[in-house]
C-alpha cells in the first residue's frame, strides 16, 4: 500500500495535531500564533519554491518529506519552480538553459515525491515565469523598490544569493521578487531552509508597505553534507545525485564523514533523522549476526545515543543507509532511464567545453596537485587530556605543537585510548584543517591514529619515533620539499582525497601508496593493527 493510501484512511487529525505535523524536526517557526489561528478555522496554504539552478541531490528528499508531512496535516500545498530567480541569482542558469532546467527540474522532482508516495493530485505546480512577468507583478516590483534600501536588499539575499565582489542589480531583485511570491500565489505561509531566514524577515517587514498581509515562515534546518558542510549541488563530494548509479552511491557514502561517536556536523545522521525517520518512522542499523543483528529504532533519538555511545559502528549506519537511500533513488533512475529524459538531462546540463586556443583559462581551472607535502602534519606532546563536557565519547586534548600557545584538540579516543596512555604521549597531529566545532568545543587539529578494519574496531595513536620533539615536522617519503597549506580548505577535498591512500603496512608503519610516514629521526609507526586504516 502507498503511504498516501495508508494517510487517506486515517481520521482527519485535529488543530493540535496538525501543528504538530507541520512543524515537526523544523529549526524554526516565525509567526506562530498566526499559525494555529488559522488551522483553527481552515487548511493552511502554503508554498515551497526551489531556484533551477544545479541538478538536485539527495538532500532535496529534506524538503520532500516536509511536504508529505503538510499534506497529512491537509494543507494545501504550491510547489514554485523559480524560473526566473534561478537566472537572476547571478546567472547560475543562463537564459538559454532556463527552460530546460525548470524542465528537469519538474520531472525530477515530480519523480522524488512518487518514490516517497506522495499523490501529485494533491499538488499544485507553479513556474515563476507563469506570472512574474505579468503588469501587476512588474509593477509591484517597482513599487517595492522605491521603498527598499540598497543595505535591506543585500542583506536579506546575503545567505542564498551568490556573493561576489561586484554584485550585479539581479541580485538585489532577488529577495523582492521572493517576497512577492508570498502574495501572487495566495498562501498563508511559506517554507524553506534556515538559510532563507532574512529573506523571510524582509517579507515580513516589506510587504505590509504594499498592503499585503504578514506571512507565516517555516524553516528546515540546513541538513549537512556528507564532507559535513552544507550539501551542495557545485560541490561533488558532498552530495549523492539522485541519478548517481548504486556503485557511485556506496563509493560516496564510503568517504563521508561520519566519526565515531561524533554527531555534529554528521550528515549520515542528519539524513536519517530529516528524511528516513520521517518517511518511515523507523530506521533499521543492518548488521551481522556476530556483531548483534539488526536493530530497529522507532525514535531517531535512541539512534543517535547509541552512535554517540559507538554501539552503532559507522561503517553499519553507512551501509543501512545506502540500501534504504537506493530504494528511494530506484523509481527515479528507472524514471529517467527512458531516452525522451536522458536527452532532457544532457541538454540541461551540458558537459562544460573546453576553452577555446588562445582564449584566457578562467580563475582556478588548471587542476591542483593533491599531494602529501600541502599537509601541515607535526609531533605534538598531550599536556593534557579531559573529558568532554558534554559529549562521553570525546576527549579535550591539550597538545603543544612547537607553537607559543598549545592547540585545543577534540578527539573521539574515550571507548578506544585511557586518559593516562594519552596523557604526555607523543603523537602525530594534523594542523591545518579548518578549526571545527565539536559539540560547542572547538578542535584545532587531528590526532591521526590506526584503525583496524573489522569487528571489534580498535583504535591506536600513531607513534612518531622515540627522541622526537613537539612541532617537528612529519612528511611522506619522497614528498619531504613543499610547504604546506595555511588552511585547508573543506571544499578541495585535500586531505580526504589522501587520506583514501593511507594505510598501516605489515610492519605497522604509517604509509601512503607504500610511502613511508617519517620525521628526521624515522617512520611513524603504531603499536599492533597491521593493515588498518587511517584517520
Same mark, same amino acid.
Given at each position: 500500500?502507498? $503511504?498516501?493510501? #495508508?494517510?487517506?484512511? &486515517?481520521?482527519?487529525?485535529?488543530?493540535?495535531?496538525?501543528?504538530?505535523?507541520?512543524?515537526?524536526?523544523?529549526?524554526?517557526?516565525?509567526?506562530?500564533?498566526?499559525?494555529?489561528?488559522?488551522?483553527?478555522?481552515?487548511?493552511?496554504?502554503?508554498?515551497?519554491? =526551489?531556484?533551477?539552478?544545479?541538478? $538536485?541531490?539527495?538532500?532535496?528528499?529534506?524538503?520532500?518529506?516536509?511536504?508529505?508531512?503538510? +499534506? %497529512? #496535516?491537509?494543507?494545501?500545498?504550491?510547489?514554485?519552480?523559480?524560473?526566473?530567480?534561478?537566472?537572476?541569482?547571478?546567472?547560475?542558469?543562463?537564459?538559454?538553459?532556463?527552460?530546460?532546467?525548470?524542465?528537469?527540474?519538474?520531472?525530477?522532482?515530480?519523480?522524488?515525491?512518487?518514490?516517497?508516495? /506522495?499523490?501529485?493530485?494533491?499538488?499544485?505546480?507553479?513556474?515563476?515565469?507563469?506570472?512574474?512577468?505579468?503588469?501587476?507583478?512588474?509593477?509591484?516590483?517597482?513599487?517595492?523598490?522605491?521603498?527598499?534600501?540598497?543595505?535591506?536588499?543585500?542583506?536579506?539575499? #546575503?545567505?542564498?544569493?551568490?556573493?561576489?565582489?561586484?554584485?550585479?542589480?539581479?541580485?538585489?531583485?532577488?529577495?523582492?521578487?521572493?517576497?512577492?511570491?508570498?502574495?501572487?500565489? %495566495?498562501?498563508?505561509?511559506?517554507?524553506?531552509?534556515?538559510?532563507?531566514?532574512?529573506?523571510?524577515?524582509?517579507?515580513?517587514?516589506?510587504?505590509?508597505?504594499?498592503?499585503?498581509?504578514?506571512?507565516?515562515?517555516?524553516?528546515?534546518?540546513?541538513?549537512?553534507?556528507?564532507?559535513?558542510?552544507?550539501?551542495?549541488?557545485?560541490? &561533488?563530494?558532498?552530495?549523492?545525485?539522485? +541519478?548517481?548509479?548504486?556503485?557511485?552511491?556506496? %563509493? %560516496?557514502?564510503?568517504?563521508?564523514?561520519?566519526?565515531?561517536?561524533?554527531?555534529?556536523?554528521?550528515?549520515?545522521?542528519?539524513?536519517?533523522?530529516?528524511?528516513?525517520?520521517?518517511?518511515?518512522?523507523?530506521?533499521?542499523?543492518?548488521?551481522?549476526?556476530?556483531?548483534?543483528?539488526? *536493530?530497529?529504532? =522507532?525514535?531517531?533519538?535512541?539512534? &543517535?545515543?547509541?552512535?554517540?555511545?559507538?554501539?552503532?559502528?559507522?561503517?553499519?549506519?553507512?551501509?543501512?543507509? &545506502?540500501?534504504?537511500?537506493?530504494?528511494?533513488?530506484?523509481?527515479?533512475?528507472? *524514471?529517467?532511464? !527512458?531516452?525522451?529524459?536522458?536527452?532532457?538531462?544532457?541538454?540541461?546540463?551540458? =558537459?562544460?567545453?573546453?576553452?577555446?586556443?588562445?582564449?584566457?583559462? =578562467?580563475?582556478?581551472?588548471?587542476?591542483?596537485?593533491?599531494?602529501?607535502?600541502?599537509?601541515?602534519?607535526?609531533?605534538?606532546?598531550?599536556?593534557?587530556?579531559?573529558?568532554? $563536557?558534554? #559529549?562521553?565519547?570525546?576527549?579535550?586534548?591539550?597538545?603543544? /605543537?612547537?607553537?607559543?600557545?598549545?592547540?585545543?584538540?577534540?578527539?573521539?579516543?574515550?571507548?578506544?585510548?585511557?586518559?593516562?596512555?594519552?596523557?604526555?604521549?607523543?603523537?602525530?597531529?594534523?594542523?591545518?584543517?579548518?578549526?571545527?566545532?565539536?559539540?560547542?568545543?572547538?578542535?584545532?587539529?587531528? /590526532?591521526? !591514529?590506526?584503525?583496524? /578494519?573489522?569487528?571489534?574496531?580498535?583504535?591506536?595513536?600513531?607513534?612518531?619515533?622515540?627522541?622526537? !620533539?613537539?612541532?617537528?615536522?612529519?612528511?611522506?617519503?619522497?614528498?619531504?620539499?613543499?610547504?604546506?597549506?595555511?588552511?585547508?580548505?573543506?571544499?578541495?577535498?585535500?586531505?580526504?582525497?589522501?587520506?583514501?591512500?593511507?594505510?598501516?603496512?605489515?610492519? !605497522?608503519?604509517?604509509?601512503?601508496?607504500?610511502?613511508?610516514?617519517?620525521?628526521?629521526?624515522?617512520?611513524?609507526?603504531?603499536?599492533?593493527?597491521?593493515?588498518?586504516?587511517?584517520?
Amino acid at each position: 500500500m502507498q $503511504p498516501g493510501a #495508508a494517510a487517506a484512511m &486515517e481520521p482527519a487529525p485535529g488543530p493540535q495535531e496538525k501543528y504538530q505535523l507541520i512543524t515537526r524536526n523544523l529549526q524554526e517557526v516565525l509567526g506562530e500564533e498566526k499559525l494555529m489561528s488559522i488551522l483553527k478555522e481552515r487548511e493552511l496554504k502554503i508554498y515551497w519554491g =526551489t531556484a533551477t539552478t544545479g541538478k $538536485p541531490h539527495v538532500a532535496y528528499f529534506v524538503p520532500m518529506s516536509k511536504i508529505a508531512d503538510f +499534506l %497529512k #496535516a491537509g494543507c494545501e500545498v504550491t510547489i514554485l519552480f523559480a524560473d526566473l530567480h534561478a537566472y537572476l541569482d547571478n546567472m547560475k542558469a543562463p537564459w538559454e538553459l532556463l527552460e530546460l532546467r525548470t524542465r528537469y527540474y519538474e520531472q525530477v522532482i515530480k519523480a522524488m515525491l512518487e518514490s516517497i508516495g /506522495v499523490p501529485l493530485e494533491k499538488l499544485r505546480f507553479v513556474r515563476g515565469t507563469d506570472y512574474q512577468l505579468s503588469k501587476e507583478y512588474t509593477l509591484d516590483v517597482y513599487r517595492l523598490s522605491s521603498v527598499v534600501t540598497q543595505h535591506d536588499a543585500k542583506k536579506a539575499g #546575503a545567505e542564498v544569493v551568490k556573493q561576489v565582489e561586484h554584485p550585479l542589480l539581479s541580485g538585489l531583485l532577488y529577495p523582492g521578487l521572493q517576497a512577492l511570491d508570498e502574495e501572487y500565489l %495566495k498562501v498563508d505561509a511559506q517554507f524553506g531552509g534556515v538559510d532563507q531566514r532574512k529573506i523571510f524577515t524582509f517579507a515580513e517587514k516589506y510587504l505590509p508597505s504594499l498592503g499585503y498581509a504578514k506571512r507565516v515562515h517555516l524553516m528546515n534546518p540546513m541538513v549537512p553534507g556528507l564532507t559535513g558542510s552544507k550539501m551542495s549541488s557545485s560541490e &561533488e563530494d558532498s552530495k549523492i545525485d539522485l +541519478l548517481d548509479r548504486k556503485e557511485d552511491v556506496k %563509493k %560516496k557514502l564510503k568517504k563521508a564523514f561520519c566519526e565515531p561517536g561524533n554527531v555534529e556536523n554528521n550528515g549520515v545522521l542528519s539524513f536519517i533523522k530529516h528524511v528516513l525517520f520521517p518517511l518511515k518512522s523507523e530506521f533499521v542499523v543492518l548488521r551481522e549476526e556476530k556483531w548483534g543483528g539488526n *536493530k530497529t529504532y =522507532t525514535a531517531y533519538e535512541a539512534l &543517535e545515543k547509541d552512535f554517540a555511545e559507538q554501539v552503532v559502528h559507522p561503517g553499519d549506519l553507512k551501509n543501512s543507509v &545506502e540500501v534504504a537511500l537506493n530504494k528511494l533513488l530506484d523509481p527515479i533512475r528507472e *524514471k529517467f532511464n !527512458c531516452p525522451e529524459l536522458k536527452k532532457l538531462s544532457s541538454a540541461a546540463y551540458p =558537459t562544460p567545453s573546453k576553452a577555446k586556443p588562445g582564449e584566457k583559462s =578562467t580563475k582556478n581551472s588548471e587542476p591542483e596537485d593533491v599531494i602529501p607535502s600541502r599537509l601541515d602534519i607535526r609531533v605534538g606532546k598531550v599536556i593534557s587530556v579531559e573529558k568532554h $563536557p558534554d #559529549a562521553d565519547s570525546l576527549y579535550v586534548e591539550k597538545i603543544d /605543537v612547537g607553537e607559543a600557545e598549545p592547540r585545543t584538540v577534540v578527539s573521539g579516543l574515550v571507548h578506544f585510548v585511557p586518559k593516562e596512555q594519552l596523557q604526555d604521549r607523543l603523537v602525530v597531529l594534523l594542523c591545518n584543517l579548518k578549526p571545527q566545532k565539536m559539540r560547542g568545543v572547538e578542535s584545532q587539529g587531528m /590526532v591521526l !591514529c590506526a584503525s583496524s /578494519v573489522g569487528e571489534p574496531r580498535q583504535v591506536e595513536p600513531l607513534d612518531p619515533p622515540a627522541g622526537c !620533539c613537539a612541532g617537528e615536522r612529519v612528511y611522506v617519503e619522497g614528498y619531504e620539499a613543499g610547504e604546506p597549506d595555511e588552511e585547508l580548505k573543506p571544499k578541495k577535498k585535500v586531505f580526504e582525497k589522501l587520506q583514501a591512500d593511507f594505510c598501516i603496512s605489515e610492519d !605497522c608503519v604509517a604509509q601512503w601508496k607504500q610511502r613511508n610516514f617519517l620525521t628526521k629521526l624515522g617512520t611513524v609507526s603504531c603499536k599492533s593493527l597491521r593493515g588498518g586504516s587511517i584517520s
